[in-house]
């Protein structure tokens, strides 16, 4: 299915704007779209909720027609049990999450260790824990941990644009990976050059206009045969001012869904 993230929202629920949208007018603003995930990624306020505040939220998702998936970062045992309460009381199928999280940087035999410590509880729970390709960690160390735990619940949540900071090709990535991919972050982007010509400048773009080869993608990982869901996420970098900014946010993510929904068989 189509979804939409908290970093499609990025600017208009920040405190660049003077009237940041709540997690409920991102649920309302994501089924007036049409589409049907809503993946609650990085968004510090989702510790703070309590059981009643989650139930809340699960029950309007549940009335908008919207299935929930949450995100966190890191990979401490306390960090993904926490989550994976959230998830349940959501009712949420997937947990994404990364390797490190700010200092926390755990060698692969660690953080082998502690995805194994907290992985019966997932599989118990049917949730999946994916965790995201991005340029901090070598996706061949990513690729093997999820291979040497080889546990249906523990998968890849592929975003091609990250690595690119650490200078791996999307096309490798999308690759290395097609096969672990438990869910998509669905973001394009483009490389301009910088003022003066020194050097480039690598920012998000609408989709289809920039570097993402949505195609080959959706190919090798299978996504309709497999079910994976396609999170839009943007890098749209802050246009000026508040108005400016929150209008293109809306628009490219207008752009996103109209691209997806024309590339559905």
Same mark, same amino acid.
């Given at each position: 299915?189509?979804g939409l993230s908290?970093?499609? &929202? &990025?600017?208009?629920?920040?405190?660049?704007?003077?009237?940041?949208?709540? #997690?409920?007018?991102?649920?309302?603003?994501?089924?007036?779209?049409?589409?049907?995930?809503?993946?609650?990624?990085?968004?510090?306020?989702?510790?703070?909720?309590?059981?009643?505040?989650?139930?809340?939220?699960?029950?309007?998702?549940?009335?908008?027609?919207?299935?929930?998936?949450?995100?966190?970062?890191?990979?401490?045992?306390? #960090?993904?049990?926490?989550?994976?309460?959230?998830?349940?009381?959501? %009712?949420?199928?997937?947990?994404?999450?990364?390797?490190?999280?700010?200092?926390?940087?755990?060698?692969?035999?660690?953080?082998?260790?502690?995805?194994?410590?907290?992985? %019966?509880?997932?599989?118990?729970?049917?949730?999946?824990?994916?965790?995201?390709?991005?340029?901090?960690?070598?996706?061949?160390?990513?690729?093997?941990?999820?291979?040497?735990?080889?546990?249906?619940? #523990?998968?890849?949540?592929?975003?091609?644009?990250?690595?690119?900071?650490?200078?791996?090709?999307?096309?490798?990535?999308?690759?290395?990976?097609?096969?672990?991919?438990?869910?998509?972050?669905v973001k394009d982007?483009? &490389?301009?050059?910088?003022?003066?010509?020194? %050097? &480039?400048? #690598?920012?998000?773009?609408?989709?289809?206009?920039?570097?993402?080869?949505?195609?080959?993608?959706?190919?090798?990982?299978?996504?309709?045969?497999?079910?994976?869901?396609?999170?839009?996420?943007?890098?749209?970098?802050?246009?000026?001012?508040?108005?400016?900014?929150?209008?293109?946010?809306?628009?490219?993510?207008?752009?996103?869904?109209?691209?997806?929904?024309?590339?559905?068989?």
């Amino acid at each position: 299915m189509i979804g939409l993230s908290t970093y499609a &929202f &990025f600017w208009r629920w920040s405190d660049r704007v003077d009237e940041p949208l709540s #997690l409920a007018d991102m649920l309302r603003a994501t089924a007036a779209d049409g589409v049907g995930v809503f993946q609650i990624c990085d968004y510090p306020p989702l510790d703070a909720l309590t059981a009643s505040d989650l139930a809340d939220v699960r029950a309007l998702a549940d009335d908008l027609g919207i299935v929930l998936e949450v995100g966190t970062k890191g990979t401490d045992p306390a #960090l993904l049990e926490r989550y994976l309460g959230i998830a349940e009381a959501l %009712g949420a199928s997937l947990v994404r999450s990364m390797w490190t999280a700010g200092d926390d940087r755990p060698t692969p035999a660690e953080a082998e260790r502690r995805v194994r410590s907290v992985l %019966g509880a997932y599989e118990s729970a049917g949730i999946t824990l994916a965790l995201e390709t991005y340029e901090q960690v070598p996706t061949s160390d990513l690729v093997a941990l999820v291979e040497t735990v080889g546990s249906a619940n #523990l998968g890849i949540c592929l975003d091609p644009a990250n690595p690119v900071a650490n200078l791996e090709s999307p096309v490798d990535v999308t690759r290395a990976c097609a096969e672990y991919t438990a869910n998509w972050h669905v973001k394009d982007f483009d &490389f301009t050059r910088s003022p003066g010509w020194v %050097g &480039f400048v #690598l920012a998000g773009a609408p989709l289809g206009t920039g570097r993402l080869d949505y195609d080959d993608i959706a190919r090798q990982v299978r996504t309709e045969e497999r079910g994976i869901n396609r999170i839009v996420e943007h890098w749209l970098p802050w246009a000026g001012d508040a108005h400016t900014t929150t209008q293109l946010e809306a628009a490219w993510t207008a752009t996103s869904i109209t691209y997806l929904q024309e590339k559905q068989p």
